[in-house]
């Protein structure tokens, strides 16, 4: 049953949304979700990342064998995290200090190699774009929602914005390292309970 | 001798590649169901992360920094782990093969472990020298490893209770890791 070039794109957001659905990428999501500002620049970074890797390997997917495939995804991977790398680097400096380590890891993010695996591998140069497309906007959606979660109640702000008023004490359990990953696991049982 | 045991200290607890720096998270979920595959993947992790951390650390110092190539650190560094990984097992299969038989099967998920890189990473911009890049890999995997046996002697008993639907699995164990990660931050007064 082929799926329509509309609906290989929705299935990013709802239907297969990342980290939710599929539960790979867990480490950036945790990382990068401290603040909104963050969580936004790392989504649109990965998104870059996986629109043009899975174009290319889509497109020169006739020509990689299948031996050294993986091999061949990382160089592919790698050349477009060191494009987005260079470029925030010069436009975007404080964000790109605030990410840090987390940018040269989009390469082993397990989103990117998975899609390429399981998805442009197999399939033609636009649908492996909406794919691409639509996993890199479902992510973003996640991390933004999962970083409003932990920047609104963990420090009282949304975009560095004071939201509460000065009598509001921040619940700081929530931009530490524990929270994070309390509040990922709480969002994933949500996310469980909707699909019922 | 006293600042290296410190380092170590805090690479260990303080600043614990899994727990506090979020690195590493898709295998230690992965693999952290059993005991078994727990000391499996955390022996693999342990020796692949100190072997990397050498190789990447000659290769910055006197390839891509001498030849002003720095620009190239990832897709360099991610090679030459994809490499040591593919060495390390092609030489445990054929002359250690009980050790092959235990690490096997992670060996090759190790590539895109994101603690390995990262650990590479940390060491190159923190112009650690030689010596203090094999200690930090050393004690960062040996965080590693010991956050991921804890966490699978946690999620074995987590097995036999009953949790509520929605939290099953994946859920419940990222909760359970923030709780140990609550545990490991008890550290962050000592260093």
């Known amino acids: 049953m082929a799926k329509t070039l509309v609906q290989e794109f929705t299935k990013g957001l709802w239907d297969e949304i990342p980290p939710f659905r599929l539960v790979l990428g867990i480490c950036p999501a945790l990382a990068v979700s401290k603040a909104v500002e963050d969580g936004l620049g790392m989504g649109i970074a990965l998104t870059f990342v996986l629109v043009c890797s899975n174009m290319l390997i889509s497109a020169i997917r006739k020509i990689i064998p299948s031996q050294v495939r993986i091999a061949c995804f990382i160089v592919v991977v790698a050349t477009f995290v060191i494009v987005v790398e260079l470029v925030m680097q010069a436009y975007t400096y404080a964000l790109f200090l605030k990410l840090g380590i987390f940018i040269p890891l989009i390469v082993v993010n397990c989103i990117v190699l998975g899609r390429a695996e399981a998805f442009a591998y197999k399939q033609g140069v636009i649908r492996s774009c909406a794919d691409g497309l639509g996993l890199g906007i479902g992510f973003t959606i996640s991390l933004v929602a999962l970083a409003g979660l932990r920047e609104v109640f963990g420090s009282g702000t949304f975009l560095g914005i004071p939201v509460f008023g000065p009598s509001f004490q921040p619940f700081s359990f929530l931009v530490l390292a524990p929270g994070a990953f309390v509040c990922l696991g709480l969002m994933l049982s949500i996310m469980n309970l909707a699909k019922k | ?191």
């Open chain 2, 1 to 191: 001798m006293g600042d290296y045991m410190l380092f170590i200290v805090s690479c260990i607890f303080v600043n614990n590649i899994l727990l506090a720096q979020y690195l590493g998270n898709c295998p230690f979920l992965g693999t952290s169901k059993k005991m078994e595959t727990a000391l499996g993947m955390a022996m693999a992790v342990v020796f692949v992360m100190v072997m990397t951390s050498a190789v990447t650390w000659i290769v910055q110092i006197y390839v891509l920094e001498k030849f002003g190539l720095v620009y190239l650190r990832t897709i360099a560094f991610i090679l030459l782990i994809a490499s040591v990984v593919q060495f390390v097992e092609m030489f445990l299969k054929k002359n250690i093969p009980a050790l092959y038989a235990g690490l096997g099967i992670f060996l090759p998920l190790i590539t895109t472990n994101c603690a390995v890189l990262g650990v590479c990473i940390i060491n190159v911009d923190g112009k650690f020298t030689f010596v203090k890049s094999l200690v930090s890999a050393f004690a960062y995997s040996g965080g590693y490893g010991l956050a991921l046996i804890l966490f699978a002697g946690v999620r074995e008993r987590i097995l036999l209770a009953r949790v509520p639907k929605p939290l099953q699995d994946t859920s419940i164990g990222l909760v359970t890791a923030g709780l140990m990660a609550l545990g490991f931050f008890a550290f962050k007064g000592m260093v």
